[in-house]
């Protein structure tokens, strides 16, 4: 069977037995054909994953909303973070000269861009929406490098299954799976509207996940770990997220 009717016919699978009591069935479908996110396991977990499932199948390939220059918003909004480390002070002292991207995990070559390297990359813009979980949003123009040439630089091996993003503030990671990893909208952004993307939106360097609520594009991004067990990282639900009642994955 080609991949198409395949695809067709899982998720005709998964929609037909969306009701309540269909929720059990659609799980064992899902499971498998590995579509079962990290955080499966809770009280919204069949849930969890028939969303997941069912945009896993429909949408791996469709593009992030992109809007026109004439909708970037004139005053964008940024979210309060705590206050910067010493380390990162420092950083910003030096013009982020020192500023390293460590690329790590199930890779052939484990590496560290400055941004210099990265912005030797090929470099794409886009236009899209931060969409915070609790409900405003902006649009701006994001710069950058796609992860995706970055993960083929490092020589991402094949059994790599998700990856894991750190924020240089302490205790923030996020994770996404490798079709979202190598998802062309998927950007290490350095850039923002007409210049270097300020701190207060994740300068030097952000991760944005357009295609996911805010909450999945990270700020201050240095490591980034490839793996094929998310559940060695933190609690094993693919990000902190979960804990407080936010699902892994937020598709929009
Ligand atoms: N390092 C870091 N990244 C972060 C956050 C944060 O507190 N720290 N907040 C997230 C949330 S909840 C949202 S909605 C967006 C907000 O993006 P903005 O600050 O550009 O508006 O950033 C996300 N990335
Ligand atoms: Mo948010």
Not at 74 to 89: D, G, I, L, S, W
Request: hydrophobic share 35%.
């Amino acid at each position: 069977m080609n991949p198409i009717s395949r695809r067709k016919l899982i998720t005709m699978g998964l929609a037909a037995t969306a009701g309540a009591s269909g929720l059990i069935e659609a799980n064992r479908l899902a499971r498998r054909y590995g579509l079962v996110p990290p955080d499966s396991g809770g009280f919204f977990g069949p849930g969890e994953t028939l969303t997941y499932a069912c945009q896993r199948l429909l949408t791996a390939r469709t593009p992030a909303r992109e809007f026109p220059r004439s909708m970037i918003s004139k005053n964008p909004f940024a979210n309060e973070v705590a206050p910067p480390k010493e380390e990162f002070k420092r950083l910003q002292a030096g013009g982020f000269r020192d500023w390293r991207l460590v690329v790590d995990g199930t890779v052939a070559r484990p590496t560290s861009f400055s941004l210099a390297d990265l912005k030797s990359l090929p470099i794409h813009s886009q236009i899209t929406e931060v969409a915070c979980e609790e409900g405003w949003s902006y649009i701006a123009e994001w710069i950058g490098t796609p992860l995706s040439g970055v993960l083929r630089e490092t020589g991402v091996l094949p059994q790599s299954r998700y990856i894991v993003y750190y924020s240089i503030e302490k205790g923030l990671w996020e994770s996404i799976d490798m079709a979202d990893a190598m998802h062309p909208y998927t950007l290490l952004t350095m850039g923002m509207n007409d210049g270097d993307l300020p701190v207060p939106f994740g300068g030097p360097l952000r991760l944005r996940v357009p295609r996911q609520l805010g909450y999945k594009s990270l700020k201050y991004v240095t490591r980034i770990t490839a793996t094929d067990d998310i559940k060695k990282f933190g609690k094993g639900l693919g990000s902190v997220d979960p804990e407080y009642g936010y699902a892994w994955y937020a598709g929009i």
